[in-house]
């Protein structure tokens, strides 16, 4: 019963700006935006970890919530996805049709054949797209905090829109965190799930697939960093993120421009919030995460996957080699 009113909860805060009518008809001209932060990634790479970490900051609002809410929904593209435009949502709303993947495309739009469908550039710029962005991390602000608040958001898909994402907000100097797991263990974890590739039959496809995503969506980021050097794009490892936790989150404070708290990092006395998706995720932290899938990875499946990520994987320090098992 407890976990039926848990959920309930958790799809009423994540729902219930359809019944606020102030997003409407308000427009919060004296709100001014400050240093947007966009975290980057794929799913499963860590993100809700990371992004929970700097929900618990004061100063952070997002689109459910702030602070007393720091483990609720905080995916722009999913939650406001049915009053946004393709080029801020994809994953759940507004999908394209595909011969295979035709429910949400967690994990499928960022592989060769749809990745051209969903990479946004600057070149996409549109004003009333932008408009409605601004409308948006405004209305949070006023909404879950003040005109002082930091808006923070994980929407994955803006990994493979992030020059996109820098050409709406801009002036407003946004922050982005990209976020990568080692694909050898990322990518065969990935795989095996029933998600998109529940159609898929053959492992060995369904490795193909996963591992075009993370090079794909790993690529954009690169390549828009490259393009564009404007962009003030941090790159941390989820893995280092895990070993040394308070380090790697000072860095990622530094960066963002946010003064670091303790209290920001996991601990045995915090509890997750009711109205949570995911309980888990926080305490105790996993440093062999990974462990895992590379104990149960072949060498034939590293052997696919080096083939697709291997070049990406080792610009940032994941080695094929490091993976491989003897005899």
């Not at 490892?237 to 040394?244: H, M, P, S, T, V």
């Amino acid at each position: 019963m407890k976990e039926k009113l848990n959920y309930l909860y958790y799809l009423f805060k994540r729902n219930n700006w359809m019944l606020d009518p102030r997003l409407l008809f308000m427009r919060f001209k004296s709100y001014q935006i400050n240093k947007p932060i966009f975290l980057l990634g794929n799913q499963g790479g860590g993100l809700t970890l990371l992004s929970r970490m700097l929900r618990r900051h004061n100063d952070i609002i997002n689109c459910t919530g702030n602070k007393s809410y720091w483990t609720g929904a905080d995916e722009l593209h999913a939650v406001y996805g049915p009053i946004l435009p393709f080029n801020l949502t994809g994953i759940i709303y507004k999908l394209p049709q595909h011969p295979i993947f035709n429910t949400q495309r967690s994990w499928s739009y960022a592989i060769d054949d749809s990745i051209d469908i969903y990479r946004k550039t600057e070149k996409d710029f549109n004003i009333e797209e932008k408009k409605k962005l601004e409308h948006l991390i405004k209305y949070f602000m006023y909404r879950f905090g003040n005109k002082n608040s930091r808006y923070i958001d994980k929407s994955q898909i803006y990994t493979v829109r992030m020059s996109y994402i820098h050409s709406l907000l801009k002036e407003y100097n946004p922050k982005f965190v990209l976020l990568t797991r080692n694909p050898y263990a990322e990518v065969f974890r990935s795989a095996k799930g029933p998600l998109p590739y529940i159609e898929i039959s053959s492992r060995k496809e369904k490795l193909k697939y996963a591992a075009q995503h993370w090079n794909n969506s790993i690529n954009a980021v690169l390549e828009d960093k490259k393009n564009n050097p404007e962009i003030d794009i941090l790159i941390i490892r989820f893995e280092d993120l895990l070993q040394d936790p308070e380090a790697n989150l000072r860095k990622i404070c530094k960066h963002v421009e946010l003064e670091f708290d303790e209290d920001m990092l996991p601990k045995p006395e915090h509890t997750v919030s009711f109205g949570s998706r995911i309980t888990g995720r926080w305490y105790p932290l996993m440093p062999d995460i990974n462990k895992k899938y590379i104990g149960n990875i072949s060498n034939e499946d590293i052997d696919i996957i080096h083939a697709i990520c291997g070049d990406t994987a080792e610009k940032l320090g994941y080695f094929a080699t490091e993976m491989r098992k003897e005899g």
